[in-house]
Nanobody, 122 residues
Framework: VQLQASGGGLVQAGGSLRLSCAASGRTFSSYDMGWFRQAPGKEREFVAGIRRSGISTYSADSVKGRFTISRDNVKNTVYLQINSLKPEDTAVYYC????????????????WGQGTLVTVSS
């Protein structure tokens, strides 16, 4: 699976962005998908995940109520809607695909996109 993330940019605090991650290659609908982010000088952290069916979603406590993950298995794309952006949301956002159990564990993911930068100004 090849993953291509897009949609990042510079936005003011309180604004919104929708990140996209387009998949190609093997059957997209076979994979659970996750979004992670990595701020400068910090470790990569789990943000949100969605099961292959799209029925179940999971998100980190720090983003609950502001970030929404969704997927379109026809378009082979997973999305991350980010609302009420804060300066601390500034990071490179990565999408990833997995077959194994566990959404928050980076090692569970088999494929990673290249990342898209989100910068939030105060």
């Amino acid at each position: 699976v090849q993953l291509q993330a897009s949609g990042g940019g510079l936005v003011q605090a309180g604004g919104s962005l929708r990140l996209s991650c387009a998949a190609s290659g093997r059957t997209f609908s076979s994979y659970d998908m996750g979004w992670f982010r990595q701020a400068p000088g910090k470790e990569r952290e789990f943000v949100a995940g969605i099961r292959r069916s799209g029925i179940s979603t999971y998100s980190a406590d720090s983003v609950k109520g502001r970030f929404t993950i969704s997927r379109d298995n026809v378009k082979n794309t997973v999305y991350l809607q980010i609302n009420s952006l804060k300066p601390e949301d500034t990071a490179v956002y990565y999408c990833a695909a997995k077959l194994r159990v566990g959404f928050q564990d980076l090692s569970a993911y088999d494929y990673w996109g290249q990342g898209t930068l989100v910068t939030v100004s105060s």
